[in-house]
């Protein structure tokens, strides 16, 4: 097994909305709805954004949202503001037990 | 306030052992699985160990898997990762983090909420 697929990289304007896919396979993101994505400034630790595909934590903006179909999972962020520049995460919990996180998206607000 | 705190990263040579400590403060730690998580260099992020509340059932990542040990002590709400047989290419950023998951619900997440600062592993002669 190995990471999942995000696009290396994004960019948008502010304001537009942006999507990031994350692609696995029937054993990890197809298997479960336990699909999650972080977001992670540069020198600094990741912050959770979106869990169980769709669920924000308290205190996370509600223009984050996430939604999967089939093997993909996917998160949009709305109304793009300048500190939304940072990198990107998806993790699928998998078949045999473990995580899975994705290589990573940088998103750049233009 | 809810923090998790890493410790015990440094230099160590190839071959060689060394064991971090993620100490909790601020939550019930014993309550909550928690994991271990890795950055090297200037690349993703990537999973390497689960626990869950009492310690009992561990999970690895096969880059790691019979090298790598995960543990806690829930009176001294720490958790540990020891790591020998170390190799060049586990030189990163290592962070602790809680999952969402807690005795007090039957609900599983694998989702992680609260991560520490993280603490450096250099492996190299």
């Known amino acids: 097994q190995s990471a999942l697929t995000q696009p290396a990289s994004v960019s948008g304007s502010p304001g537009q909305s942006i999507t990031i896919s994350c692609t696995g396979t029937?054993?990890?993101?197809?298997?479960?709805?336990?699909v999650s994505w972080y977001q992670q400034h540069p020198d600094k630790a990741p912050k959770l954004l979106i869990y169980?595909?769709?669920d924000r934590p308290s205190g996370v903006s509600n223009r984050f949202s996430g939604s999967k179909s089939g093997n993909t999972a996917s998160l949009t962020i709305s109304g793009l503001q300048a500190e939304d520049e940072a990198d990107y995460y998806c993790?699928?919990?998998?078949?045999?037990?473990?995580?899975?996180f994705g290589g990573g998206t940088k998103l750049t607000v233009l | 306030e809810v923090q998790l705190v890493e410790s015990g990263g440094g230099l160590v040579q190839p071959g060689g052992s060394l064991r971090l400590s993620c100490a909790a403060s601020?939550?019930?730690?014993?309550?909550?699985?928690m994991h271990w998580v890795r950055q090297a260099p200037g690349k993703g992020l990537v999973w390497l160990s689960r626990?869950?509340?009492?310690?009992?059932?561990?999970t690895y990542a096969d880059s790691v898997k019979g090298r790598f040990t995960i543990s806690r002590d829930n009176a001294k709400n720490t958790l540990y990762l020891q790591m020998n047989s170390l190799r060049t290419e586990d030189t990163a950023v290592y962070y602790c983090?809680?999952?969402?998951?807690?005795?007090?619900?039957?609900?599983?997440?694998?989702?992680?909420?609260?991560w520490g600062q993280g603490t450096t592993v250099t492996v190299s002669s």
């Open positions: 029937s054993s990890d993101v197809g298997a479960y709805n336990y």
């Open positions: 626990i869950n509340s009492d310690g009992i059932r561990t």
């Open positions: 983090a809680r999952d969402l998951t807690s005795v007090t619900s039957p609900l599983h997440f694998y989702a992680m909420d609260v």
């Open positions: 993790s699928s919990y998998t078949t045999t037990s473990t995580l899975f």
């Open positions: 169980e595909v769709s």
């Open positions: 601020g939550f019930g730690f014993s309550s909550y699985w």
